[in-house]
């Protein structure tokens, strides 16, 4: 008569549901489950290091679309004094803008584009 060991199993955690158990299993059943669970650590293992890989693409790829001039779709609530800022720099960098109206995507684009090239000057400067 062959004995099944009894394995008490606990992992942290499998597509993040935990999983715990005192069970009999024999030996194939065993290599099976650490056969599955390497294979599923290392995936785990690989989707970490391609959502860090992801992160730092996402970063380099902000930074080179925001230099050119490229917003995100919403755009950052401004205040009046803000807007005063854009429209003074506007002003002086040729553009029309109206007192009051919406600032085109455009010229915010332009005025971002300016910012981050360090060609404001202090009275230009939001936030």
Known sequence: MKLTPVIKMEFASVLGRP????VEIDEEQQRTVEKLFEAYEAAERDLAE???KREEAAA???T???GIGVRPA???KTTPADRDKIRLWAERAGHKVAPRARIPNAVRAAYDKAALAGKLKDDEKVG
């Open 50 to 52: 391609a959502a860090s």
């Open 19 to 22: 999983y715990v158990g005192l």
């Open 64 to 66: 080179v679309l925001e």
């Open 60 to 62: 380099g790829l902000i």
């Open 74 to 76: 919403e755009e950052p």
